[in-house]
T-cell receptor, first 113, second 116 residues
């Protein structure tokens, strides 16, 4: 399977600030997916990032709050903007690999204080 | 869109017993059903998956069954061990392993505790 590198692994941020999370894959993929996992909860899809076009956001998530970049087929960033304590979660990137299936980055544990 | 329901939310078994986790889905176009194991503080790890063209798949102590007509699928773990203790998630998608960009929809998760 491919290697997905995600950073930072964790951060503690002040409310009102922004954090950008990076996801790097060692093979080219069509789509990259960004998930949020709130404490003790399941994974919820934030958006799907396709190279060369605007990301597609799921209901309840908006571009102003979670801007995404996808400059090439191996890299994406998710920014959590104007953070509040409710944004404290684990954020995970994911890709669907040929003949393997969906695999996840190591996650970013975000705490907003 | 797809909706995946997972039961039970918690499951406690004695070491050596079997554990069964069940999921239902709503989208009849879903054809790929993976299961993930997530240990505390770690990323979800794919443990087994099944596609809609088969009804059962087995890998050592783990098996998954699929009933497309009823839109439900189940994870079976036999001879459970303490290291099986984790949160398990089922998921459904219209494709997987094809790099086609289909999204995964997750069930709510099952916390499995295996008592030694």
């Amino acid at each position: 399977s491919a290697v997905i590198s995600q950073k930072p692994s964790r951060d503690i941020c002040q409310r009102g600030t922004s954090l950008t999370i990076q996801c790097q894959v060692d093979s080219q993929v069509t789509m990259m997916f960004w998930y949020r996992q709130q404490p003790g909860q399941s994974l919820t899809l934030i958006a799907t990032a396709n190279q060369g076009s605007e990301a597609t956001y799921e209901s309840g998530f908006v571009i102003d709050k979670f801007p995404i970049s996808r400059p090439n087929l191996t890299f994406s960033t998710l920014t959590v903007s104007n953070m509040s304590p409710e944004d404290s979660s684990i954020y995970l990137c994911s890709v669907d690999l040929q003949n393997y299936g969906y695999t996840f980055g190591s996650g970013t544990r975000l705490t907003v204080v | 869109g797809e909706n995946v329901e997972q039961h039970p939310s918690t499951l406690s078994v004695q070491e050596g017993d079997s554990a069964v986790i069940k999921c239902t889905y709503s989208d009849s176009a879903s054809n790929y059903f993976p299961w993930y194991k997530q240990e505390l503080g770690k990323r979800p790890q794919l443990i087994i998956d099944i596609r809609s063209n088969v009804g059962e798949k087995k890998d050592q102590r783990i098996a998954v069954t699929l009933n497309k007509t009823a839109k439900h699928f189940s994870l079976h773990i036999t001879e459970t061990q303490p290291e099986d203790s984790a949160v398990y998630f089922c998921a459904a998608s219209r494709g997987g392993g094809d790099n086609a960009g289909n999204m995964l929809t997750f069930g709510g998760g099952t916390r499995l505790m295996v008592k030694p």
